[in-house]
């Protein structure tokens, strides 16, 4: 079931969504040749904590850190590591916080230095993705909206879009219902309702859609080893549009 949210639950998931937003922008400043990915790790859990907030991922399913961090050709759910980061590293960070019972879920993919033309071109892209598919999220258009423009923007470049991770609603649990996958058909799925709240987040591939998981259970990287890159944001709909809950205000 759906479950749709009041106006006084969107403005707390608003806070989630802010104090992860500081935090990954925070994050991003940080990131440097030279960085262990671990130091990302400490510095997300700390401005967390700090604020009076909990990390959303620590523990989640037994993941032990606070950030996903996802590097090249891994996809996702990556650990923060004692690797150093080198100069045209592909970096995702995923970031999650919990204020008041209530979740927020959102991730960036960062340069190391200067990237390679094709993962400048990857990483545009996939945020080209998100927010065109961000686009989509009025009242009354359809949940496949959302990932028919995903994948729209990512097959024209030859991309692969990742099939086995998915977006989702977010809102007392991180995961909840509807699922949203990055693929679809135009006006087909539920209509999108006002208090809905989704986390959506193109994960997309500069080879195979095709990913496997590694021995440590959670690192998601690609069979082909080409990179990826992944972008996501908590969004509320409203009857005035999509409110970005995980974009820095302003
Ligand atoms: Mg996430
Ligand atoms: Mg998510």
Request: proline share 4%.
């Amino acid at each position: 079931m759906i479950t749709l949210k009041t106006r006084a639950e969107i403005e707390i998931m608003y806070r989630a969504g802010q104090l992860v937003a500081e935090t990954l922008a925070f994050l991003e400043g940080q990131v440097a040749p030279g960085l262990q990915t671990l130091e990302l790790d400490r510095m997300a859990e700390a401005r967390i904590r700090a604020a009076g907030a909990v990390p959303a991922f620590k523990g989640y399913m037994g993941f032990p850190f606070t950030l996903c961090i996802s590097i090249n050709e891994q996809v996702v759910h990556g650990f923060p590591s004692e690797r150093t980061l080198v100069e045209g590293d592909l970096l995702s960070i995923d970031c999650g916080a919990i204020v008041n019972g209530y979740y927020s879920d959102a991730a960036i993919t960062v340069r190391v230095g200067r990237l390679s033309r094709e993962a400048e071109t990857l990483l545009t892209t996939t945020q080209s993705c998100l927010d065109h598919a961000i686009d989509q999220m009025w009242v009354g258009n359809r949940l496949q909206d959302i990932g028919h423009t995903v994948q729209t923007i990512a097959e024209a470049k030859g991309y692969g879009v990742v099939k086995d991770f998915v977006g989702h609603g977010i809102g007392r649990k991180l995961h909840e219902e509807p699922q949203v996958p990055n693929w679809g058909k135009p006006n087909r799925g539920p209509r999108l309702k006002a208090g809905m709240v989704l986390a959506v987040e193109p994960m997309i591939n500069a080879g195979t859609e095709k990913v496997r998981v590694l021995d440590d259970q959670w690192t998601a990287v690609t069979c082909d080893d080409s990179w990826s890159a992944h972008f996501e944001h908590s969004i509320a709909i409203t009857d005035h549009g999509p409110k970005v809950l995980t974009a820095l205000a302003a």
